[in-house]
């Protein structure tokens, strides 16, 4: 009979789990080696990372290292960052084990190598600028988590068989806050193939923007190192030059800037149709010559979600109309001041309809983009606050 546990109490799990050895030398380094193991229970293949220093000096030292590194991983959840599935720590005697995803693919400079433009398009496999664009979403993420990588090389960043780029071995990143620098470690990041150095190289320190320039230099160098470095097609060269910047004020300031460069140059490449124009025109324009002025400060919503969900809101209040009933509903799905308003201005519920269906096709980042287009043009629609308003 179990016996019942109170909060505070410790909850043992007694049941040793065991594992087949599938590859017993992945690879590995100073640290330790790495392994692949199957779970004999649910048939799936997992990575085995084991801390075990060949140089007994440094065991205890790094040890800290190793379970910084479990934090990290713990704290992370994206597709684009390999996952965590338990651990073992022997505090003890400064030994430990992290297990984590499996990731059946290549390193980054291995895909460059072999990189086929015209495979991409039977395969589906990732080109120069899907790689790009999933890196800066998985690093927008660390940056956002207060993550830092610190260790950007080719064997850190895989491609999968599905395509996806996986950023691996957190062994030497670390957690800080945001505006916080950290000691740069230059004897243990091994940057003899790099082209340059960033600033913070020689100030010894290391930041997001640090991971920034490194991220920049990697990328820009494998695909120099191609057999036919012509072949490789990318879009974005202005904005990896702008990443690598040797002075980090002369970088972006975020990862996210780099998301929301990447965005509007997607969007002014965007080729419109005709049709995208009317479907656009035929909301934003009665959206507009229904609101009137605004009685107090401009105030917008800028999320795409809320705008979404109001919109849907608005339909469904109107399912059985021809037009909107209170222009009211579909004005606030953008503005969230105070307005007047001419609810005689025609809204028809199929222009919402239509532009919603079109709006929610968009990824993300051209969803905020299309909704700053919309707020940019509200935003010439005057202020008037009323005398009774004002205090005196």
Not at 228 to 240: E, G, M, T, V
Not at 252 to 268: G, H, L
Request: glycine share 4%; net charge negative.
């Amino acid at each position: 009979m179990a016996i019942e546990k109170c909060n505070g109490d410790i909850i043992e799990f007694v049941k040793q789990k065991d594992y087949i050895m599938v590859n017993n030398d992945l690879g590995g380094g100073s640290f330790g080696k790495t392994v692949v193991l199957k779970d004999p229970y649910i048939d799936e293949l997992f990575v085995a990372k084991k801390y075990e220093p060949e140089i007994e000096a440094i065991r205890e030292p790094f040890y800290k290292n190793f379970l910084e590194e479990i934090r990290i991983l713990y704290k992370m959840n994206h597709r684009n960052i390999v996952r965590i599935y338990n651990y073992y720590a022997y505090e003890s005697i400064y030994r430990g084990y992290i297990l984590m995803e499996f990731i059946d693919g290549k390193t980054i400079d291995e895909y460059l190598k072999t990189y086929d433009e015209y495979a991409t398009i039977l395969f589906d496999d990732p080109t120069p600028d899907s790689i790009f664009i999933q890196l800066i979403d998985a690093f927008s993420y660390m940056e956002k988590h207060s993550v830092i990588h610190r260790d950007i090389r080719e064997g850190n960043i895989m491609i999968d068989k599905s395509g996806t780029v996986k950023v691996i071995d957190f062994g030497i990143g670390k957690l800080i806050e945001p505006t916080q620098a950290c000691d740069s470690l230059r004897s243990q990041i091994n940057r003899r193939n790099a082209d340059t150095l960033p600033q913070e190289y020689y100030d010894k320190e290391y930041t997001s923007l640090t991971d920034m320039f490194y991220l920049a230099e990697l990328l820009n160098r494998l695909m120099r190192e191609v057999e036919h470095p012509d072949a490789i097609k990318f879009s974005y060269q202005s904005i990896l030059d702008k990443m690598m910047q040797k002075k980090p004020e002369n970088r972006y300031s975020s990862f996210e800037e780099i998301r929301k460069a990447i965005s509007k140059r997607e969007f002014v490449a965007l080729n419109i149709s005709e049709e995208d124009k009317k479907i656009y025109h035929s909301f934003v324009d009665g959206l507009y010559k229904s609101l009137m002025q605004y009685t107090s400060e401009r105030q917008f919503n800028t999320s795409p979600e809320v705008f979404c969900e109001k919109l849907q809101k608005t339909l469904q209040n109107n399912i059985f109309e021809e037009h909107i009933q209170k222009n009211a509903d579909v004005i606030n799905s953008v503005v969230s001041c105070s307005y007047r308003y001419d609810n005689s201005v025609p809204i028809p519920c199929e222009a919402v309809k239509a532009f919603l269906a079109w709006y929610e096709s968009y990824a993300m980042e051209a969803k905020e983009l299309i909704l700053q287009n919309i707020i940019s043009k509200l935003s010439t629609i005057a202020v008037s606050i009323p005398d009774d308003e004002l205090p005196f």
